[in-house]
Nanobody
C-alpha cells in the first residue's frame, strides 16, 4: 500500500521560511517523479515543483523559482520542499504526489498516481 505523508506545514510571517517533508512508503520509488502541488481556497490545485528520484533532476513553477528548493533523501525515502521568502500568496494546502513521468507533463495533476493528504501552509502579511 503506497503512502505519502506530508508534514512541516504551519503559520509563518511573510519573508519567513518553512520546510515541508513527504515520507514515501509502500513501493520502490526509484523510477518515480515526486511532485509538490498546492491548492488555495477557491482555486484549482497548481504545480509547484518536482524531482526525479533517480538522478535528481528538478522542475519548478515560475512563481517559486529562486525561493523554493526541492530535494530528496534516498536513505529516508523522503522528499523535502524548502520554502524561503514566503509570501501571503503562497498560502495553501501543499500536497505531495508521485508518478512515473517526466518532461512537459510534470505539472499536470492528472498524471500523478499517488497523493498525500496535504499540509496547510499559512503566510501572514
Amino acid at each position: 500500500q503506497v503512502q505519502l505523508v506530508e508534514s512541516g506545514g504551519g503559520l509563518v510571517q511573510a519573508g519567513g521560511s518553512l520546510r515541508l517533508s513527504c515520507a514515501a512508503s509502500g513501493r520502490t520509488f526509484s523510477s518515480y517523479t515526486m511532485g509538490w502541488f498546492r491548492q488555495a481556497p477557491g482555486k484549482e490545485r497548481e504545480f509547484v515543483t518536482a524531482i526525479r528520484w533517480s538522478g535528481g533532476s528538478t522542475y519548478y513553477a515560475d512563481s517559486v523559482k529562486g525561493r523554493f528548493t526541492i530535494s530528496r533523501d534516498n536513505a529516508k525515502n523522503t522528499v523535502y520542499l524548502q520554502m524561503n521568502s514566503l509570501k501571503p500568496e503562497d498560502t495553501a494546502v501543499y500536497y505531495c504526489a508521485a508518478a512515473q513521468i517526466w518532461g512537459t507533463v510534470v505539472p499536470r495533476t492528472d498524471k500523478y498516481d499517488y497523493w498525500g493528504q496535504g499540509t496547510q501552509v499559512t503566510v501572514s502579511s
